[in-house]
């Protein structure tokens, strides 16, 4: 579904660009959730970013496919569309913009470049209110501006009612888990299990922490470490991290 | 007020940002030309106008002068559009407790030259009085705000606030604001805020990680910033109106 294969990417910082991804490979198939943890300034966000074509970060080496399509060729909101959804790990804010205004058009944007009929106003509402639900957040929260005055857990949530609403084929998942208590982070686990447990879907979660993976059961965990991919296992490998930490497992 | 039936240039302190061909080839006659307003006591009148003449006019001056009556309150509600010099300009004279409302936006491309030029003038205790204008420019166009705040000395307990803010969509378009506080009286609170920057980066790629087209981001994120100025208008219906029609520049040209 999602192949990254030997990809670098530098970012632009102030005195030139900065090397962060040194020849990343990975596979994800449908099916299937990977977990990737690593040591801060590993390159796990760049990761992110770059396969949501952030502007700023540079692709300079390898390809990623997504779905049979050259992925590094489509623009942002292209890759929305084919299917792809990006949780921040730092949502942005958006004032003067509705929550539901910015769902609105962000669904019947996809639904247009996909050549489907735009959702009516009562059934985009109907679907909305579905998904707040599921994450239990309040429906008043969507009728406010997008993510202002948010705290950090009810931003999260919002991400994941967003993954709901524009039900992605793929999601990239970066430290959804950051900033949640933790029955925030249950809600959010089961959220992410609903919307994207699928055989026809895939799910790359970027965590530090073991404990989403608790209730999100990764079929594969991937150490990043340098900008590439150094260690690969299965779940278990991430509470062998949690008990004994990066260097001492990598070093094994 | 001295009033000279000469033409102003651009080194007049109020016309320094206005376009020098048009005022060399005006007329001194419609230059010079104030309309006015009463509102009597207790009473609200209010002007809504989207100004957006074509590229075949060489432009427009609209001068106000309004005098709201003790408790009474005057609110101009103006979008500029059109070019290639387009000013509107607002006198109030406020009596106690009166209040001013003004909400105006900038919208423009090519060399246009927009501009709001007001003087309000707090002449008696407890009047308040409340702007905000927002100027959206790409292309060599210029949005300006020239606001004078007169409070007089016994205008206690005088409230007057301010706020401008400019994006600029492109390299080469430009702003001026020149905000100019005159306090006479000693028990007042007057605030003013400027500010001139682009559209958020950070809010265009998040609106494009969730599909929206860039053109459309672009439309969202204009209209929250210039909603600001029509935040005033009390009817929904209007102020959506009001909005809408704005905005349809921005569409035309984008």
Same mark, same amino acid.
């Given at each position: ?27 994800v198939?449908?099916g299937e959730i990977h977990a990737i943890m690593g ?5 796990k966000?760049?990761?992110a ?36 959804f990006l949780g921040f790990q730092?949502p ?38 579905e998904k707040a639900a599921l994450l239990k957040l ?11 005055? *948010?705290s950090g857990g009810e931003k999260k949530r919002n991400e994941m009612v967003q993954m709901g609403?524009?039900d992605p084929?793929f999601a990239i998942l970066d430290e959804t888990d950051s900033g949640l208590d933790i029955d925030a982070l249950r809600i959010v686990g089961d959220g992410i299990n609903a919307i994207m447990r699928d055989p026809?879907k895939g799910v790359l979660l970027i965590t530090h922490y073991q404990r989403l993976l608790d209730y999100v059961q990764p079929d594969f965990v991937h150490i ?9 296992g299965s779940a278990d490998l991430a509470k062998q991290l949690e008990a004994?930490? %990066? ?6 | ?20 061909? %048009? ?76 209040? *001013? ?14 501009? *709001?030029?007001?003087?309000? #003038? ?41 706020? *401008?803010?400019? #994006? ?43 599909? #929206? ?42």
């Amino acid at each position: 579904m999602l192949k990254i294969e030997n990809l670098s990417a530098e970012i632009t910082v102030a005195d030139g660009a900065k090397p962060i991804l040194k020849g990343l490979s990975l596979e994800v198939n449908a099916g299937e959730i990977h977990a990737i943890m690593g040591p801060n300034g590993a390159g796990k966000s760049t990761l992110a970013y770059v396969l949501g074509g952030r502007p700023g970060y540079e692709v300079t080496g390898g390809s990623v496919t997504f779905n049979g399509q050259d992925l590094l060729e489509m623009e942002p909101h292209e890759r929305a569309a084919a299917g792809m959804f990006l949780g921040f790990q730092y949502p942005v804010e958006i004032p003067g913009v509705s929550n539901v205004q910015f769902l609105r058009e962000a669904l019947n944007s996809q639904r247009k470049a996909r050549g489907e009929e735009p959702l009516s106003g009562g059934d985009f509402l109907k679907l909305a209110r579905e998904k707040a639900a599921l994450l239990k957040l309040d429906m008043e929260m969507l009728k406010r501006h997008v993510n202002v005055g *948010f705290s950090g857990g009810e931003k999260k949530r919002n991400e994941m009612v967003q993954m709901g609403i524009l039900d992605p084929a793929f999601a990239i998942l970066d430290e959804t888990d950051s900033g949640l208590d933790i029955d925030a982070l249950r809600i959010v686990g089961d959220g992410i299990n609903a919307i994207m447990r699928d055989p026809a879907k895939g799910v790359l979660l970027i965590t530090h922490y073991q404990r989403l993976l608790d209730y999100v059961q990764p079929d594969f965990v991937h150490i990043l470490s340098d900008g590439a991919i150094v260690k690969t296992g299965s779940a278990d490998l991430a509470k062998q991290l949690e008990a004994e930490g %990066y260097d001492e497992v990598m070093a094994a | 007020m001295s009033e000279v039936a000469t033409l102003p240039t651009t080194r007049d302190e109020d016309w320094r940002y206005a376009d020098r061909d %048009y005022l060399a080839a005006a007329n001194p006659d419609a230059i010079n030309h104030w309309r006015t307003l009463d509102v009597p006591a207790g009473e609200t009148r209010r002007e809504v106008q989207i100004h957006s003449s074509g590229e075949t006019t060489p432009g427009m001056v609209d001068r106000l002068r309004v005098h709201v009556g003790a408790g009474g309150r005057f609110e101009a509600f103006v979008t500029i559009a059109g070019g290639k010099y387009q000013r509107v300009e607002i006198e109030v004279t406020l009596e106690e407790g009166a209040h *001013f409302e003004f909400g105006g936006v900038t919208l423009g491309g090519d060399d246009k030259v927009q501009e *709001f030029v007001t003087r309000t #003038i707090h002449a008696h205790p407890n009047a308040t009085s409340n702007q905000v204008v927002r100027a959206v420019q790409w292309g060599h166009s210029t949005g300006n705000f020239l606001g004078r705040i007169e409070v007089a000395r016994d205008a206690q307990k005088t409230n007057a606030a301010q706020n *401008f803010r400019a #994006i600029l969509l492109e390299k080469g378009a430009s702003a001026n604001t020149k905000p100019e506080l005159e306090i006479f009286a000693d028990d007042v609170l007057c605030a003013h805020g400027a500010a001139i920057g682009q559209l958020d980066e950070m809010a265009r790629y998040y609106m494009a990680s969730r599909g #929206i087209a860039p053109h459309v981001a672009k439309k969202l994120l204009v209209q929250a910033f210039i909603g600001d100025a029509f935040v005033a208008v009390e009817d929904d219906q209007a102020r959506d109106r009001m909005l809408e029609e704005t905005l349809a520049f921005l569409e035309d040209t984008l």
